[in-house]
């Protein structure tokens, strides 16, 4: 019998659990590279006015949060884009996903845990029948209990509505450990927490890739975030997994008419 590959590991560890974890999907220098793009960006993200501490979010201010990455760097329009990334994307979307948003968020030490959430729940109601959205996390420091890695419940993809949700929910949380350039892979379904940084001197940074099902209206209007140079820019590819173009909730409509017409064809033969 052959073995599972990588990926059919990963695979079967996002269907048990809702979480995977696929190592070295960006070597040191361009993880470093990233990094330095995702400081840049913050920078120039506070230069424009905005403010990387979001209280609604966040207890404290010690979890730095950068949006708009796809405006801010050339950088992240590559990355979102990154074909290790869309190999799990449409393993659990499907080929048929948008771009819904792409957020940073850097814990420094000190930095405090957010609420307990699924990101699918932020985006459709209940009940949550399929994986809807998804996340792909870049890790851009070595991540880890200590340092504030994602705290996620596993199996929680599997709850379709919040009267799902054992006692005490927080109690049953595990943080994943990933090394700098590796990317964790999670149902939008599951519940998670940003974790709690307790260190002294060590950063955490995260990149969040969050894709959705395309009749699924994106976290954010790509048309107001993203300049009119930046989208002269952008490939054609990026451009449709944006949602820029005239069209939009038009492709379930298109082919249950196809399937119409050719079943009327079929039964005029």
């Known amino acids: 019998m052959t073995a599972p590959s990588a990926f059919d590991r990963a695979c079967n560890a996002l269907e048990e659990t809702g979480v995977c974890i696929v190592p070295d999907v960006l070597d040191r220098s361009e993880t470093s590279r990233v990094r330095e793009a995702l400081l840049t960006s913050a920078e120039a993200f506070r230069r424009n006015g905005a403010s990387t501490y979001m209280p609604e979010l966040d207890p404290n201010d010690r979890n730095v949060r950068v949006f708009a990455l796809l405006e801010l760097h050339a950088t992240f329009r590559d990355l979102i884009l990154n074909a290790v ?11 048929h996903f948008m771009i819904s948003n792409f957020t940073a968020n850097i814990a420094l030490p000190g930095s405090s845990s957010m609420a307990l959430h699924s ?29 504030g890695a994602t705290r996620y419940i596993p199996g929680s993809h599997r709850y379709c509505s919040t009267a799902d949700l054992p006692p005490r929910p927080l109690e049953r949380t595990v943080p994943f450990v990933a090394s700098a350039g590796s990317i964790v892979v999670m149902d939008g379904r599951v519940w998670h927490t940003s974790g709690a940084n307790v260190t002294k001197d060590e950063e955490r940074a995260l990149l969040f890739g969050y894709y959705s099902a395309d009749f699924l209206r994106p976290q954010v209007n790509w048309n107001v975030i993203l300049s009119a140079e930046t ?30 017409h050719e079943r009327k064809a079929s039964s005029d033969a």
């Open 85 to 95: 990334a869309l190999r799990y994307v449409r393993t659990l979307l499907g080929e």
């Open 119 to 147: 990101d699918q729940a932020l985006v459709a109601p209940e009940p949550w029948l399929a994986p809807w959205s998804m996340n792909v996390i870049w890790c851009l420091d070595d991540t880890h209990e200590a340092n």
């Open 231 to 260: 989208q002269r820019g952008l490939s054609a590819e990026l451009h449709r997994r944006l949602g820029l173009g005239p069209g939009a909730n038009v492709r379930i409509g298109g082919e249950t008419l196809a399937k119409r």
